[in-house]
């Protein structure tokens, strides 16, 4: 099973709300990825765990809160967003977090901020 | 720190021709190099990569690609392309086995007529 599974698909959101986005692996893989991306462009590395310890935070602003509850889970709590960060949100695994591993990415959440 | 460029935001072609995708790197150390594939309102899935050894890599659905020292270059090839294969590709660069700190270029469109 190389499944990566993300929940909800679409969400909406105003301002001032607070939300999350969940994540979820049971490939064993202890690496998970947090990416942004807005239409036509990459995908933009915002956080990594790595055995569930944060080992990259990209300089992403506090509205956006990473949690890694467990190996197979990854959170991204969502709080007082503005509407430029309305774009596709990617989860993604691999083995250890090595960069020569094969990352396994998720369908994405599509964020719409109003 | 390491980052890739692609050339051609977008790239057609005629369903049995040749499929030339273009990619350049810029990394002080040896680098990892990735081609992901993304189908619209899908996440990102691997079509090869380069970490060490032969430097011809064969990948999924008839796609290779060969690394280039002296040209700094990964290019991806398909001998015949097919209307499968349009999509969002996307060539990407990490450099250390410690963390996974993988770029993407900006992507290429591959559009494919009958």
């Known amino acids: 099973d190389t499944e990566v599974t993300q929940t909800p698909k679409h969400l909406v959101m105003g301002m001032t709300n607070k939300k999350s986005l969940k994540c979820e692996q049971h490939?064993?893989?202890?690496?998970m990825y947090w990416y942004k991306q807005k239409a036509k462009k990459p995908p933009e590395l915002m956080f990594v765990?790595?055995?569930?310890?944060?080992?990259i935070n990209e300089s992403v602003p506090s509205r956006f809160s990473p949690e890694c509850p467990n190996s197979s889970l990854l959170n991204l709590h969502l709080h007082a967003l503005q509407p430029e960060d309305s774009a596709l949100y990617l989860c993604?695994?691999?083995?250890?977090?090595?960069?020569?591993?094969?990352?396994?990415f998720g369908p994405g959440t599509r964020l719409l901020v109003l | 720190a390491q980052s890739v460029t692609q050339l051609g935001s977008h790239v057609s072609v005629s369903e049995g021709a040749l499929v030339l995708l273009r990619c350049n790197y810029s990394?002080?150390?040896?680098?990892?190099l990735f081609w992901y594939v993304q189908y619209p309102n899908q996440g990102l899935q691997l079509l090869l990569k380069?970490?060490?050894?032969?430097?011809l890599v064969k990948g999924i659905n008839g796609f290779e690609a060969e690394f280039k020292k002296s040209e700094t270059s990964f290019h991806l090839t398909k001998p015949s392309a097919h209307m499968s294969d349009a999509a969002e590709y996307f060539c990407?660069?990490?450099?250390?086995?410690?963390?996974?700190?993988?770029?993407f270029g900006a992507g290429t469109r591959l559009t494919v007529k009958p």
């Open positions: 993604a695994s691999s083995q250890e977090g090595g960069g020569q591993e094969t990352q396994y």
């Open positions: 490939m064993g893989h202890r690496a």
């Open positions: 765990y790595s055995y569930e310890k944060l080992s």
């Open positions: 990394s002080s150390v040896p680098p990892y």
């Open positions: 380069y970490t060490t050894g032969a430097t």
């Open positions: 990407a660069v990490s450099s250390t086995h410690i963390n996974n700190d993988m770029r």
